[in-house]
């Protein structure tokens, strides 16, 4: 990514938060991130934009911030979905979108009629790890677990997976059992994990990449 000023990024913990981050930007995002992989891939797509267009995002991890969540769903009357993108101006919704339907043909319309872009691309960072991708994957390349082993952790730690990760982090973890973006199709056709050709290959590959 190339690095230029950093985005805002807000962790929004509590309805004060909510708040006073709508309070400081005029126009401003928030973005509800939930339990599962729905809001990595939702999130990826949003950080594509947050890279070209200057939008603040406040996010609120819904299951530990719930009294922040609850708060934007009565001040907007927009019912609650996770992953959920709100746009806000001057304090009032403009846009929504949730679920499986973040996608970039959604959002590209409203960014580019209603947010200003950057000069240069954005630093986008929540903070969050592929430290727990990265041992698993050295676990299992030591010889520490078998392919069907470590198809069924890896598999479950990416369904579970509600991080708010950068775009190329979600395509390069989705590549090795395929992409919950199609549908749901992917994660659900499960077959024998050297099906899609040599594991520890494909392994070492993506451990390379995330470096």
């Given amino acids: 990514m190339t690095q230029g000023q950093d985005q805002v990024?807000?962790?929004?913990?509590?309805?004060?938060?909510?708040?006073?981050?709508?309070?400081?930007?005029?126009?401003?995002?928030v973005f509800k991130a939930g339990t599962c992989h729905k809001t990595m891939q939702g999130f990826g797509v949003l950080e594509t934009f947050l890279q070209r267009y200057e939008l603040p995002v406040g996010f609120i991890r819904v299951v530990d911030w719930r009294p922040a969540s609850n708060h934007v769903a009565e001040l907007t009357g927009l019912t609650h979905h996770s992953p959920q993108f709100i746009l806000f101006k001057?304090?009032?919704?403009q846009y929504e979108v949730n679920n499986w339907d973040i996608t970039p043909e959604a959002l590209g319309p409203?960014?580019?009629?209603?947010?200003?872009?950057?000069s240069g691309a954005a630093q986008v960072d929540a903070g969050d790890s592929v430290e727990p991708y990265r041992q698993l994957m050295?676990?299992?390349?030591?010889?520490?677990?078998?392919?069907?082993?470590?198809?069924?952790?890896?598999?479950?730690?990416?369904?579970?997976?509600?991080?708010?990760?950068?775009?190329?982090?979600?395509?390069?973890?989705?590549?090795?059992?395929g992409d919950p973006d199609a549908y749901h199709g992917g994660l659900h056709q499960l077959g024998a994990p050297q099906d899609r050709g040599d594991l520890k290959a494909r392994v070492q590959s993506v451990l390379d990449q995330l470096g």
């Fill in 9 to 29: 990024l807000s962790p929004l913990t509590t309805p004060d938060e909510v708040d006073q981050f709508l309070k400081d930007y005029p126009l401003a995002a």
């Fill in 90 to 93: 001057d304090g009032q919704a």
């Fill in 110 to 118: 409203v960014f580019e009629q209603q947010v200003p872009q950057r």
């Fill in 138 to 177: 050295q676990a299992y390349l030591a010889g520490q677990l078998s392919d069907w082993a470590f198809q069924d952790q890896y598999v479950t730690m990416f369904r579970d997976d509600a991080s708010l990760r950068s775009q190329r982090e979600f395509e390069l973890l989705s590549r090795l059992f």
